[in-house]
């Protein structure tokens, strides 16, 4: 069965009276897919079902991973507004391709989507970008103690969970939409520099190339460090007197 052949079917099982719009989003969408790529659909209704575990869900069909997203278009609006979601919604609906729509309502949205720029999103963004920021201090108190007893699972568990939370503040910081998940790690470094000192922590933290558990949470508290600096300027003051004491104990463990 054909890419198109299996769209159609699908449309056809989800249309019933709560259907406002389908939409496809993600690598079928934009046309770069593989063997592994999913299908993602984002299927808009009226009103969103009771059962929590109904709005997204997950299916095998003829050899795909089709996931279906249930949700209200113009809740979806309104995130496109806010700095926060910002960066993870407006992408998808730039790439959507409408398989339903018979309102015109979301080629609307998709076409407020696209007129979004970055530098809309800048200044909203820098506000989120310093919360965030400052919320990763305790992964930065983790990390310290981890390092301090030699705990390498407890040091890398707590070290992914920065490299996220860091990767959210810098996109925002730079009110950056991400093209793909995909590269949004590509995408950022080729803003803020590959050869920075920003991107070369990150690589190492990542492991990029293989490195000990305790080299890679040195490269983290580097990373939270050069994030800082990348946000200079943008943080309120009681988020910036939390991110300078956090930065006083990363240099006394690193020196």
Known sequence: ???????????????DDNT?????TGSHARGDANAHSDIDLWHFVRQ?????????????LDGWLVSVSVRELAGEAALMRAPQTAIAVVPGFRQ???LHDPQGELEQAIGVARNITRDSLRAA???RAGYELCGNAEEVGKLLAALEQDADEMGLFWLHAMIFGLLN???????LLVETENTQVHQLQKTVGVDSAWSRALREALGIPPAGAAQRVRAGLRLYRETAALLEGQLRPDDQAVVDATLRR??????
């Open 20 to 24: 406002l719009a389908i939409g496809l």
């Open 48 to 60: 969103m079902p009771e059962d929590p575990r109904a709005a997204y869900r997950l299916r095998m």
């Open 96 to 98: 959507m391709r409408a």
């Open 250 to 255: 990363i240099e006394a463990a690193l020196s």
């Open 125 to 127: 963004a820098a506000d």
């Open 1 to 15: 069965m054909s890419i198109e052949t299996l769209l159609q079917r699908l449309v056809r099982e989800l249309l």
């Open 169 to 175: 503040a810098t996109t925002l910081g730079l009110g």
